[in-house]
């Protein structure tokens, strides 16, 4: 099932951006993926079918954007070292 999400935007924003609605949209569809990504919030999967683009072409896109695959803690960085 698929939702529609309205946002407000004053057209000064598309102005000044000089971006059309339609492209705006795509480029916030695009940063919410991402961050939801970053986030642990969405897999890379989900998130590459919601743009409508392979998940490899995804990953590059969100690792561009400073996304990191794996992000260890200092407690894993203990838990790990303990082992040796």
Known sequence: MQKTVTIDCPAEILLGLHLNAEDFAEYLKKQAAINL??????SSGTA??????ERVAFLRMAFDAGATLLED?????VRETALL
């Open 37 to 42: 990504f970053k986030e642990g919030k969405l």
């Open 48 to 53: 590459a079918s919601w743009l409508g683009i």
């Open 73 to 77: 803690t200092k407690d894993d960085f």
